[in-house]
């Protein structure tokens, strides 16, 4: 049996969570292992620009991360990367098979609209998650300012 232990910052707490695995090595293949990919909007033509439309976080940036691998995901980083603007770290709790999390709202980064804003959205971007796939992390985004 394998133990994780992972320490993740979110909303003013740490939160630990412990990740145990039983078995063999997994195999060739990718057989049993997570993968993480950002998820777009379903709409035609809006990519990962998904905002919030109303309410008091209007205009924040949704992030989605989806698990479509095999096996669950451990905690990992989400980074949004803006161009101009720079990237914002965005803790990613654990994420079961087949299973979808939004991530906390981001702010736009006020240089980033120039009139636009382009940005990269990468899953586990610190590379914390064997995955079977580490290809299909990443996905780039454009907002009309």
């Known amino acids: 049996m394998h133990t994780r232990l992972f320490s993740v910052f979110l909303a003013g707490a740490i ?8 078995g063999g090595s997994g ?14 909007d379903t709409r035609p033509g809006f990519g990962f620009c998904r905002l919030v439309e109303s309410g008091p976080d209007k205009g924040k940036l949704k992030v989605f ?9 451990p905690a990992s980083i989400t980074t949004i990367a803006f161009n101009p603007g720079g990237p914002i770290a965005v803790p990613t709790g654990p994420i079961g098979v087949g299973m979808t999390i939004e ?4 702010n736009f980064p006020a ?3 120039n009139p636009d804003c382009d940005f990269t959205i990468c899953v586990d971007s610190g590379n914390a998650v064997d995955e079977s796939d580490e290809a299909n992390n990443c996905g780039n985004g454009n907002c009309l300012g």
């Open 15 to 22: 939160l630990e969570v412990v990740v145990s695995s039983c």
């Open 27 to 40: 195999g060739a293949g990718g057989a049993n292992k997570a993968d993480l990919v950002p998820v777009p």
């Open 65 to 73: 991360v989806k698990n479509q691998g095999s096996a669950a995901a």
């Open 103 to 106: 991530l906390t709202l981001v």
């Open 111 to 113: 240089p980033c609209f």
